[in-house]
């Protein structure tokens, strides 16, 4: 398919490596690249230009390409008349960010494909989300929606016809986002009190938020659309593991209740449909509140993220549901879709793909829905109706018509578990044993024939790097409790998350000036890393450090957190800024203080530098922590549940890191105690080790540790430069608890 294309303007995305830029090479749009050649061009003819933004798993983006951007007059239009533009939002989240404020502020909401029109200078003008194409089957409810095509011409016709009013219209707009993005920026650190910390009341106001939310019945605190949040569900079970002086703030009654909002979300979350519960990993929402119907999409910051949260479940109520959706998340990183073989993680599967390899048209969540009689072919009678019952699988399907736009859910079947093995023994006559077996057996034969007979999603096989720091992190933490239980595992989750660092070694970080590259594939990509590669990263190494004791990782995390200080800090309000100075083509420099899908860079960042300062025994990390903290503190006591990553700061703030030092050579007392460490529900604390191998760097690099004697096991407590408590090396986890807890 081609469209005539004045002045040799070309579509360009072959030349791009992002599998979802490049996933629009054959469109008629003559695509451009987002950088420097592109916006000349735009300048040169004076037109505006068509940002697209989106990424390979990206439900609505393959439904606007569909109707749009393969279409011959949108394409027509498009090239004419603007300069068009695809971006890769997982590449160049810089841009995403700064584009999808705007269209936020102008419109009340946003999400992918993100659209907007923007002068040659990159003001914005106009924007959107998911506009309906020339050849859109839209429902309904949407059908008094704008179609593209309509936007298209009017924003034409303005700027042919009203471009000096267009100019001071973005002009003003500008101006209003950047006062917007400095609002947050006033704090206690304006007036030069440096030593101010915020207040665990915070806290207490957060968790108010969230229980006046709590969907009682389905868990999770929104009505439809019900997005996971792991950020949330982790500040919430971190309460009571938090010292004793935050409970006696939020109220031990309301600390064992959040606690109790957090294992209901992840059980209805871990039975529901956002599971595949045929192979692994979980999708990224749902569409409905009782997590029923997602979208298939699986992106790697949420398994991420979420493997965090349920192991922190676990450790909270060592229920076994917790411990089985660990498993499936971790072998989903280490042995499926997202694993690269040559070590690190993939970034997603797309929510769309073929039912069967002759298909022609892709549709949502082919791959893993069921119909009845597909049930009864591949399981036999009696298997298919144990299993139907188990999974909540009906003949005329169980997606309601409403949530079903395109047709494409008639008669199929989400799977999510709506009955027990025991209620279902006593249903069909069966022992609960041999229930559990045809239910077993029955996901066995159900993913063979998946993947025998059903095409596979597209992969979007980029790496990125702070997504796998986020992954190999929470390997390493699981790897570290299950030690004690699975050493086999353990020593896989661990291998894995140790291949990745190597991997992002070799790939993307530069061991000459410490600075990291954004993504790889095939190659390292143009983009450097952002604030949020280095923080999410710098999070990894110290978990990874925590479960193997290897200095190396604790040293390259210390070097990348002065790389970030040094390329992001803002030095007049605190804080880290999303990109470098030096960044070229972007209009606003944005600090990243609230979560989102992700945890914000500055939480994050923020727990690193506590978390570094308590290790090294170095007050300076802990200097730009506070500071850190401090320079959201506007926009904090207004809205505090909307920083959950920064509340583990506040308390370090407020109360300190306490640092559990494990000394001696290597024996059976010293194991039992790091085992318990490791299985037990983690405040704040730090651990480290000197005495074994691979520890000589941390003891020549924390001054206080150079004084210990290494041939005598023993543990000590440390804080603020002074060892208080020197221990025997066998602890008992009551023993552990309070003195951690410091009772």
Excluded at 19 to 41: C, F, K, L, S
Excluded at 386 to 407: K, Q
Aim: charged share 25%.
């Amino acid at each position: 398919m081609s469209s005539k294309v004045p002045d040799q303007l070309r579509n360009r995305l072959a030349e791009s490596r992002s599998p979802y830029v490049r996933g629009h090479m054959n469109n008629p749009v003559a695509w451009q690249i987002w950088g420097d050649e592109a916006i000349q061009t735009a300048k040169t003819r004076n037109r505006l230009i068509f940002l697209s933004i989106g990424y390979a798993a990206c439900h609505w983006c393959h439904v606007m390409e569909r109707e749009s951007f393969e279409n011959e007059e949108v394409a027509q239009v498009l090239n004419t008349s603007f300069v068009p533009i695809k971006v890769d939002r997982e590449e160049r989240p810089d841009v995403d960010r700064i584009y999808m404020n705007y269209v936020q502020a102008t419109t009340g909401s946003g999400g992918w494909p993100l659209n907007v029109f923007l002068t040659p200078d990159l003001e914005p003008v106009f924007g959107g989300t998911y506009w309906p194409g020339p050849s859109s089957s839209t429902p309904s409810g949407l059908a008094e929606q704008v179609g593209f095509l309509d936007v298209l011409k009017k924003v034409r016709d303005v700027w042919t016809e009203q471009e000096e009013r267009c100019l001071q219209s973005a002009k003003e707009i500008l101006t209003q986002l950047r006062e917007f993005a400095e609002e947050g920026n006033h704090s206690k650190l304006d007036n030069g009190n440096e030593d101010d910390v915020l207040e665990i009341d915070l806290l207490e106001e957060s968790y108010q938020h969230f229980a006046a939310r709590f969907d009682h019945v389905h868990g999770g605190f929104a009505v439809a659309p019900k997005f996971p949040t792991p950020v949330n569900i982790s500040f919430l079970l971190k309460l009571s593991a938090l010292p004793p002086a935050v409970a006696d703030v939020v109220g031990q009654d309301e600390c064992a209740n959040a606690t109790s909002m957090a294992l209901t979300t992840l059980r209805n979350m871990t039975r529901g449909g956002l599971r595949d519960h045929v192979g692994h990993g979980f999708s990224r929402y749902s569409v409905t509140a009782d997590w029923s119907l997602p979208h298939f999409e699986k992106m790697l910051y949420d398994q991420a993220q979420l493997l965090h949260v349920y192991l922190d479940a676990f450790l909270a109520s060592r229920d076994s549901e917790m411990l089985g959706a660990i498993y499936d998340i971790a072998e989903y990183l280490t042995a499926d879709a997202l694993a690269a073989p040559d070590g690190g993680y993939y970034s997603a599967e797309d929510a769309d793909s073929l039912y069967r390899a002759s298909d022609s048209e892709k549709r949502e969540g082919a791959f893993y829905v069921w119909t009845r009689k597909e049930f009864d072919s591949i399981l036999g009678d009696r298997d298919a109706e144990v299993c139907a019952r188990f999974w909540n699988v009906d003949r005329h399907g169980n997606v309601a018509p409403e949530h079903d736009a395109h047709d494409e859910f008639m008669n199929q079947n989400v799977l999510a578990i709506v009955s027990a093995p025991s209620q279902l023994a006593k249903d069909f006559g069966m022992s609960e044993e041999e229930v559990v077996k045809v239910i077993k057996d029955g996901r066995d034969k159900l993913r063979a024939h998946r993947e025998r007979e059903r095409p596979r999603p597209n992969l979007d096989d980029k790496i990125v790097t702070s997504w796998n720091g986020l992954a190999l992190g929470a390997l390493a933490r699981v790897g570290a409790m299950l030690e004690k239980y699975d050493t086999e595992r353990a020593a896989t989750y661990i291998r894995s998350a140790e291949r990745a660092v190597t991997f992002i070694r070799k790939n993307v970080y530069d061991e000459k000036t410490g600075k990291l590259r954004r993504v790889f594939r095939q190659g390292p990509g143009d983009a450097p890393g952002f604030a949020d590669d280095y923080a999410f990263l710098i999070d990894g190494l110290l978990h990874l450090y925590e479960a193997t004791f290897d200095d190396s990782y604790l040293e390259l995390a210390e070097r990348l957190q002065q790389t970030q200080i040094s390329l992001f800090w803002d030095g007049v309000s605190s804080a880290f800024f999303s990109t470098e100075a030096s960044a070229p083509d972007l209009i606003l420099r944005l600090k990243d203080g609230m979560d989102s899908a992700e945890p914000s860079t500055n939480g994050i960042s923020a727990q690193n530098l506590y978390r570094l300062s308590s290790m090294l025994n170095d007050e300076r990390y802990a200097t730009y922590a506070r500071k850190t903290a401090l320079a959201f503190e506007a926009e904090m006591l207004q809205h505090p549940f909307l920083f959950s990553s920064l509340m583990p700061a506040v308390v370090a703030g407020a109360l300190g890191v306490k640092s559990i030092v494990i000394v001696g050579p290597d024996c059976a007392e010293l194991l039992d105690t790091v085992r318990s460490i490791r299985t037990r529900p983690r405040g704040l604390e730090t651990v480290v080790r000197v005495g074994s191998a691979g520890s000589t760097w941390l003891r020549g690099r924390n001054e206080l540790l150079k004084s210990f004697q290494l041939d005598v096991p023993r543990v000590f407590v440390c804080e603020g430069g002074v060892c208080k408590e020197e221990l025997g090396p066998a602890l008992s986890m009551k023993e552990l608890e309070q003195v951690v807890k410091g009772l």
